[in-house]
Every structure is written in structure tokens, then in C-alpha cells.
């Protein structure tokens, strides 16, 4: 059923037999993770939380209380999932026409670090880039480029933050310093991408 190392799962949770739990992994009450799901290690998954078939997970991924990861998504190092996020995976669905099983899910994709806020929803097939910040009760219905800041329904980029989670305020040769870690990001001229500076992948 995992790694055989340790971990931590409340009784009340349900871990089916197959699904993959990295060591350090704390997960909460009355959580499931289905049998063909994988949890990288030092993931966190709150109360309430359901992990389907096929879901992936990298390290130190923290899911708040009541979200549902359907099959689809993926999630790399370092993702927070807000509480009440919604994920989908029908684009269209319809309760008298069966869309079961993996060709008809679209996938969502999360890359490392990217945050959702609480209660926003992403309609499948959608891509958040590294770093991207998703504010609270937002719907996604477009991919949001690395370390975007983006909010709203539908949701729409209001400026770019830092992997600290600061707003970054770029200077006229598109320069800009995060206040925390002090870390340098470039943005590019056509303004639709941001680089960190000296970031080791
Ligand atoms: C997106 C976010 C990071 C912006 O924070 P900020 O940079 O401090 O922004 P401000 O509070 O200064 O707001 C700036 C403007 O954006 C609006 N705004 C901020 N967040 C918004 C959101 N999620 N949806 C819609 N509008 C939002 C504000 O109302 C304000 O509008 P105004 O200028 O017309 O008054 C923050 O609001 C947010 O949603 N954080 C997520 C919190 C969360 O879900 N945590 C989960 C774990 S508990």
C-alpha cells in the first residue's frame, strides 16, 4: 500500500490498498486516497480530502480541508491547495451520456510551487505555471503563466509575485527584488513572462 516508511494517517482515514504514501506524509481525518494514487513525500492532506485513481502528487504538497483531486490532476513539489478548492475533470458533462474513464478527463496540471486559494475552482484541461498564485474564490478557465498573481471570476492576472508570495514591482528595466528573500526577477519585454534570478531547479 506505501513506501513502507513512516508516515503518519489519522484511523478515520482510508487508504486503499496500491496507492503510494511518501515517507512524512500526514494525512487527516476522514481523508481517502484511492489505490493508484501517488503522495511524494512530506505531503500534508487535510480533513475531508479525497485523492483519486491516477492523482500525483510531488513533495511537501499541502491540501487544505475538503478537496476533492480527481483523476487528471498532478500536482509537483511545493503546491498549496486552499481549503475548498474545486478541481473537474469532464469539461461537458452530461448524467445520461457516460463519460467515464481516463479519455474522457481532461488533466489539470499544477507546477511546483503554484498556490490556490480557498474555495476557487479550475475547469479542467488548465495549466498553472511555476510559482502562480490563484487568489481566493477564483475560477480558472485559462492556463496562468509562472508566478502570475491572477483573482476573479473569470479569473484574470492583476501583476506577478515572487515564490515568497510577494507582489513584485518591477522597475522600468523590469527588474524586481523580493522584500523577503530578496531574490532578483526579470520580466521580459513582451511582459508576459517573468524570470527568476539565480533559481536552481
Ligand atoms: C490575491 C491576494 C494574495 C491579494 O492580496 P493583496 O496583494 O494583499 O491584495 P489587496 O488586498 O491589496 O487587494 C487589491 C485589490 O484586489 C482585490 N482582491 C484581492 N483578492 C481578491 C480575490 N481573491 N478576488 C477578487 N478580488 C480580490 C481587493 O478587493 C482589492 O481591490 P480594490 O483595489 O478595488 O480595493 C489575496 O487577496 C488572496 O486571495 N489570498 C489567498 C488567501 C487564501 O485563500 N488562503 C488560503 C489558506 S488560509
Known sequence: MTDQL??????????????????GCRIWHFTHVSAGAVLGEACSLGQNVFVADGVTLGRNVKVQNNVSL???VHCEDDVFLGPSVVFTNIRNPRSAVPRRGEAHYLPTVLERGATVGANSTLVCGVRLGRYAFVGAGSVITRNVPAFALVYGNPARQHGWI??????????????AR????????????????????????
Not at 508516515?7 to 496500491?18: C, K, N
Not at 532578483?184 to 524570470?195: D, F, R, S
Open 178 to 201: 523580493c522584500p523577503e528573500s530578496f531574490q532578483g526577477y526579470e520580466l521580459n519585454q513582451a511582459k508576459t513572462e517573468v524570470w527568476a534570478e539565480d533559481y536552481s531547479d
Open 70 to 72: 480527481y483523476t487528471g
Open 162 to 175: 515572487s515564490a515568497h508570495g510577494h507582489r513584485l514591482h518591477f522597475d522600468q528595466s523590469g527588474f
Open 6 to 23: 513512516a508516515y503518519y494517517a489519522h484511523p478515520t482515514a482510508v487508504l486503499d490498498e496500491g496507492c503510494r504514501v511518501g515517507a
